[in-house]
């Protein structure tokens, strides 16, 4: 369970509050989405959970406040946001990126056959393994946001906070994410922002929205459904209740 209380995330500029007083409780081996428009605070909220924020308030995950366990949350968290090859990084290989993020749960400084293992089979499961002795600056987006997910994957976390992960797939990839990450809710708990609210609906339990650094709706998926108002006031814009596959969606009617 992920619980947070009174959580607030300032900017570096004075007076910019990017977190305003958050309250919520994340339910455990599901998958919540994050929406709202843009610098509503989504990737806030997520890199805040990571502990890659100073934040007031707290953070708890096992009933630890994350501040105090650092090292614990290395273990059992993994996040992984949008990522662009850039002069730091261009020569290096997939693999090598896959190695490094199984740092905190690695056995000693040097690669394992453990690790190896982990990397081949994460690797499979997104089919990236053909690209594992590739360059980053020789990947299609499509083939980077993979590569970013396995990432996350190869150290085994028991919660996953994914920051846009959608990006750059096409449909087929999104219908593809959409079915593995509620397949890894059997036993992760998930967090995930997206811009793609037709995506989130279809592939999330629960849902947070946020406008301008605030809550308007925490809940499960159906609720806000039956309360598109919440979504409405987020996008300032109307949705429509649809239904697909046996079940319903709400989707952006776009006005001419």
Known sequence: MISIKSLRV?????????LQGISLELPANNVTCVVGPNASG?????????????????????????????NYLRKILSYAGNIEPSADYLGARVIDVLLASRYPVARGFSDTREDLEEIHRVSRILNIEHLLHRKLSEL?????????????????????????????LDVAGKLWLSKYLNKLSETLTIVVSTHDVVFAFHTCDYFVVLSSGKILYHGWRDDLIQSKDYIEQAYKTPFIKVEANGKFILIPLYET
């Open 140 to 168: 299609s987006s499509g083939e980077l946001q993979r590569v970013v997910i396995a990432s996350a994957l190869v150290k085994n976390p028991r919660i996953l906070l994914l920051d846009e992960p959608d990006n750059h």
């Open 42 to 70: 989504k990737t806030t909220l997520l890199k805040a959970i990571a502990g890659m924020l100073n934040y007031e308030g707290s953070i708890y995950i096992d009933g630890k406040e994350i501040r105090n366990y650092m």
């Open 10 to 18: 300032f900017y570096k500029q004075p007076g910019i509050e990017a």
